[in-house]
């Protein structure tokens, strides 16, 4: 069958593959379009796998919202370039819409999940990287719910850079639930209220004040009185309520959320790229190396 450049075209449009490739595949299958899709599939994903060791420590994260429930997601990629691109800002909204719309229970069972085009959610990303050029990952995903008397709070910082996503209890105004989304974004608290924190941490954390004081030389009869105090200002440091409202450090958090009539039940805050390890490349040394062919 001949290969036309209408079909070629129409290739191109549907995979996103460069017109040589969509030609050769075309002639490959001699002019099956399903096939040839197919073929460029298992093109792209043989070069995703040969993406798998590198480093995708840039990326963005999202939030969406339907009715009573929202996701936040974070999706990885190489480079905070390709992290604006048209087709990466894309792919990671379908990513949003079918966490929220199947609520897998976990990263590794929304990979294996099948979405409306046939893929699964891997090969659905392996598709997108054949076209955009970088390794992409779907790093991690929190699935909030409330009632309708209840608020999510909404942030992304930085176009994405830092997503955070909280849920008031007992009141409809957003921007309630938002100004703690931006609080928790700029200070980063670890719990809610130190009934959260484990008698695990209080206990290693007591035993790091108490020799810290004693190194410090005071004497061993206030040792104990000081580290309680000590411990009291930790914890005020970690939990949200406790800590100075960043729109006025004359209120607490706490303070500021009781006054609207709510209680922050909770709130997810992601940062890109944050535990991943980012590996420094060495330019002139990638470029000896392609010199020498290695």
Aim: include cysteine; aromatic fraction near 6%; proline fraction near 2%.
């Amino acid at each position: 069958m001949a290969v036309t450049a209408q079909m070629v075209k129409e290739l191109r449009e549907k995979t996103g593959a460069g017109m040589m490739d969509c030609k050769k595949a075309l002639v490959q299958v001699d002019g099956d379009m399903d096939a040839a899709i197919d073929f460029l599939r298992e093109k792209g994903l043989s070069s995703a796998a040969k993406k798998a060791d590198r480093i995708a420590a840039e990326g963005t994260t999202f939030i969406l919202e339907q009715g009573n429930e929202a996701v936040l997601v974070e999706v990885n990629a190489e480079t905070d370039f390709v992290a604006k691109n048209e087709g990466f800002q894309v792919l990671v909204k379908e990513l949003a819409t079918f966490l929220l719309a199947t609520k897998p229970a976990s990263v590794e069972v929304a990979l294996e999940s099948t979405m409306e085009n046939g893929l699964t959610v891997a090969d659905h990303i392996s598709n997108a990287i054949a076209k955009i050029g970088e390794k992409i990952t779907l790093r991690r995903f929190e699935i909030a719910t409330k009632t309708d008397a209840d608020s999510f709070g909404p942030y992304l910082h930085m176009g994405g850079r830092i997503g955070v996503l909280t849920v008031v209890e007992g009141t409809t105004d957003s921007t309630i639930a938002k100004d703690v989304a931006m609080h928790v974004a700029a200070l980063n608290p670890k719990y809610i209220t130190h009934d959260q924190i484990s008698q695990e941490e209080i206990d290693h954390e007591r035993k790091v004040l108490t020799e810290q004081a004693l190194n410090e030389g005071k004497p061993e009869n206030i040792v104990a009185k000081m580290v309680e105090g000590r411990l009291r200002k930790y914890f005020e440091e970690i939990c949200v309520l406790d800590q100075p409202f960043v729109k006025n450090p004359d209120q607490k958090v706490g303070d500021f959320v009781k006054a609207a009539g709510g209680t922050l039940k909770s709130f997810v805050r992601y940062e890109v790229g944050e535990g991943i390890e980012k590996r420094e490349d060495n330019f002139a040394e990638e470029v000896m190396n392609q010199v020498k062919g290695n």
